[in-house]
């Protein structure tokens, strides 16, 4: 059900910026401003690896027929006068537009070298969107909440040729998502410290909040005091063994829906020593929700 709530709330957010630009009650002003906050916002922020992001094309190139209506006709109509309860509406969409903005915009912090830690691509088999990352609550609502360690913690998903992480927006089974089994590779060099790979995969929808929350996963030491972290993985599936280096590019193991997930995905992070959460970097660019990676073998 919060798949369904997540693709109905980004598309109401869709059809709400369409038809401002076609409210004849307002100015033309005012149109795009309230237009290109609310734009700007759900581009960034809807949940478009649930509905696929080939929709957001569809619907930029709706928005921009609809803008440029809006002042053609804008030069020749007279903007309508407005009662205080419309300006005082407007006035609120407005401003809870720049709040909305300024909350993607600060959760999309690019940080400064070399607090940031570049690494690999964990995942290389097609096209991949984060479907929670970022430095606030706007786009990593779960993990900005959760231990020190995992505030910057990224889920990865696979997207199909429609751009959407599964077939249908809430699936009934775990094989209908592009990502589940997919091959999990070392983002970085280091050594093998810890793993867990005994955990069943937990039904969709229903996290497994009995055992370890992490499901299946393996911990990498690197840099001597960086500690990599990749979880929800399929039972059996994971090679090495604590105590065993591994190189950039070595298979740890399979993607799974294993540990308190409601739908499989990759969690990744990394924390320091003191186990504090450090931010990564992916083809150096910070990895935030809705940022789409592309890897062809």
Same mark, same amino acid.
């Given at each position: ?189 280091? $050594?093998?410290? #810890? =793993?867990?790979?005994? +955990? &069943?995969?937990?039904?969709? %929808?229903?996290?497994?909040? /009995? *055992? ?57 992070? $990394?924390?320091? #020593? =003191?186990?504090?959460? +450090? &931010?990564?970097?992916?083809? %150096?660019?910070?990895?935030? /929700? *809705? ?7």
């Amino acid at each position: 059900m919060l798949n369904y709530g997540l693709a109905i709330a980004s598309m109401i957010g869709a059809i709400l910026a369409v038809s401002v630009l076609l409210n004849r009650n307002l100015g033309l002003g005012r149109k795009l401003l309230a237009t290109g906050i609310l734009s700007w916002g759900i581009w960034m922020g809807a949940a478009w690896f649930l509905v696929g992001f080939q929709l957001r094309s569809i619907w930029l190139g709706i928005l921009v027929l609809a803008g440029a209506y809006a002042i053609f006709h804008g030069r020749s109509q007279k903007s309508v006068h407005l009662t205080l309860i419309k300006k005082v509406g407007w006035n609120l969409l407005t401003i809870l537009g720049l709040l909305f903005l300024m909350g993607l915009l600060l959760g999309r912090w690019y940080p400064p070298i070399p607090s940031a830690i570049q690494v690999e691509m964990p995942l290389r088999k097609g096209v991949y969107a984060i479907s929670q990352g970022g430095s606030n609550g706007a786009t990593n609502p779960i993990h900005h909440g959760a231990v020190q360690s995992e505030r910057l913690a990224i889920d990865w998903v696979k997207l199909n040729g429609w751009g959407s992480r599964a077939s249908g927006i809430n699936p009934g089974n775990l094989d209908q998502h592009e990502i589940f089994r997919d091959t999990v590779f070392s983002p970085i060099d280091g $050594i093998m410290i #810890d =793993r867990c790979d005994s +955990v &069943p995969n937990a039904k969709l %929808g229903h996290p497994d909040t /009995l *055992n370890n929350p992490l499901g299946n996963f393996v911990r990498i030491n690197f840099r001597d005091s960086l500690e990599l972290v990749l979880a929800h993985l399929q039972p059996a599936s994971i090679s090495p063994v604590p105590g065993d280096s591994v190189q950039i590019g070595d298979v740890l193991g399979l993607v799974g829906n294993s540990g308190e997930v409601s739908e499989p995905h990759l969690q990744m992070s $990394i924390s320091n #020593d =003191r186990g504090w959460a +450090v &931010p990564i970097l992916i083809e %150096g660019v910070f990895p935030v /929700l *809705n940022r789409r990676f592309y890897y062809s073998p």
